[in-house]
């Protein structure tokens, strides 16, 4: 089988968290989610989730430089060496471009870029409904996926909690931002040959596709 380089791609809400997790445990390869890094960093209060916090919760993009060398020093680690899922990165073309470098520095060239299409309005009524458990980040939906008892976590007993950046407000933010920054790459990665589309509508049907695609089937 081809080595596994993977990019996630596809606008905020589009079911990227979900399938990232159900892919690498189906090709036991670590999951580098930027998002996931900022918040863990945030809930910790260390000096990058301070600086994160003030772009994130409004739904602006935290500042290339601090993304790109945060994915620098968690590609260079040694999990990597047996491929990589990445999730919510690239975001802008500076973030794509030292990707490439990235890569060429740790011999790993990307093998597949992953789009998830979603419709605008599915995008809103699934961000606007998720929770997440407060404990184990575990991801639920109002309506979609709800839990066993109203804001407990069935997992684990947690709370459940909305993103603050789970709101309209800022969810329009993130949708512009995905717009005129994020979207550009799409035709980045197509005029390289490595993109590949996928209807998000439906996340149940989609998972069976993303693995039979991957395996090369
Ligand atoms: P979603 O795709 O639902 O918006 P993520 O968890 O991927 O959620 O990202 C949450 C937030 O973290 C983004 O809105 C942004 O503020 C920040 N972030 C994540 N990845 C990047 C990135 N590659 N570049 C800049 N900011 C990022
Ligand atoms: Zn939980």
Do not use: W
């Not at 030292?98 to 599915?122: C, F, M, Q, W, Y």
């Not at 997992?155 to 550009?184: M, S």
């Not at 209807?199 to 989609?206: E, R």
Request: charged fraction near 30%; include cysteine.
């Amino acid at each position: 089988m081809k080595s596994l380089n993977i990019i996630l791609m596809g606008p905020p809400g589009a079911g990227k968290g979900t399938q990232a997790k159900k892919l690498i445990a189906k090709f036991d390869i670590p999951h580098i989610s930027t998002g996931d890094m900022f918040r863990e960093a945030m809930k910790e209060g260390t000096p990058l989730g301070k600086l994160a916090q003030k772009y994130i919760n409004d739904g602006h993009l935290v500042p290339d430089d601090v993304t790109i060398g945060l994915v620098k020093e968690r590609l260079s680690k040694d999990d990597c060496a047996k491929g990589f899922l990445l999730d919510g990165f690239p975001r802008t073309i500076p973030q794509a471009d030292a990707l490439e470098e990235i890569s060429k520095e740790i011999g790993r060239k990307i093998s597949h870029v992953i789009n998830i299409d979603t419709p605008v309005e599915e995008l809103v009524r699934r961000i606007c409904g998720r929770r997440v458990c407060k404990v184990c980040g575990a991801p639920f939906h109002i309506i979609n996926i709800p839990p066993k008892k109203e804001g407990i976590c069935d997992i684990c007993g947690g709370e459940l909690v909305q993103r603050p950046d789970d709101n309209e407000e800022a969810l329009l933010v993130r949708l512009d931002h995905y717009n005129k920054q994020t979207a550009p790459l799409l035709e980045y990665y197509q005029n390289k040959g490595l993109l590949t589309t996928f209807d998000g509508s439906s996340s149940a049907d989609l998972t069976p596709k993303l693995i039979a695609f991957l395996e090369g089937k």
